[in-house]
C-alpha cells in the first residue's frame, strides 16, 4: 500500500499563494495518477487538479484552471500544487489521492482504483 502525506496549507490572504506537497511512501511513486481534491466546510469534496503517471498529461477544474498549477517530482516521490492568487472561495481541506488506474483524470476517482487518500491540509484564505 501507499502512503499519502500532505503539507503546506496555512492562513493567507486573498491573493497571496501557498505551495502544497503531498509526499508518498510504501510503493512505486510512478505506478500512480496524482489528484488533488478539496472539501469546504458543509460541503462535497471536490476534484481540483489531476497529473498522470510521467506527467505529461495535467487535468483542473474550472474554477482553478489559470491559477492552479499542479506538477510531479517521481524520484522525490512527492506531488505538487502550486496555488496562486487565492480566493476566500479556495478555503478548504485539501487532500491528495493515489490512483492505480487513472480515474482521478478524469475528476471522479473510483473508490476501488484509489489506493490512498492523504490526510487533508487545511487552506484558508481571508479577505
Known amino acids: 500500500q501507499v502512503q499519502l502525506v500532505e503539507s503546506g496549507g496555512g492562513l493567507v490572504q486573498a491573493g497571496g499563494s501557498l505551495r502544497l506537497s503531498c509526499a508518498a511512501s510504501?510503493?512505486?511513486?510512478?505506478?500512480?495518477?496524482m489528484g488533488w481534491f478539496r472539501q469546504a466546510p458543509g460541503k462535497e469534496r471536490e476534484f481540483v487538479a489531476a497529473?498522470?503517471?510521467?506527467?505529461?498529461?495535467?487535468y483542473y477544474a474550472d474554477s482553478v484552471k489559470g491559477r492552479f498549477t499542479i506538477s510531479r517530482d517521481n524520484a522525490k516521490n512527492t506531488v505538487y500544487l502550486q496555488m496562486n492568487s487565492l480566493k476566500p472561495e479556495d478555503t478548504a481541506a485539501y487532500y491528495c489521492?493515489?490512483?492505480?488506474?487513472?480515474?482521478?483524470?478524469?475528476?471522479?476517482?473510483?473508490?476501488?482504483?484509489?489506493?490512498?487518500w492523504g490526510q487533508g491540509t487545511l487552506v484558508t484564505v481571508s479577505s
Open positions: 497529473i498522470s503517471w510521467t506527467g505529461i498529461r495535467k
Open positions: 489521492a493515489a490512483d492505480r488506474e487513472g480515474t482521478v483524470l478524469n475528476g471522479t476517482p473510483r473508490s476501488d482504483a484509489v489506493d490512498a
Open positions: 510504501g510503493r512505486t511513486f510512478s505506478a500512480y495518477a
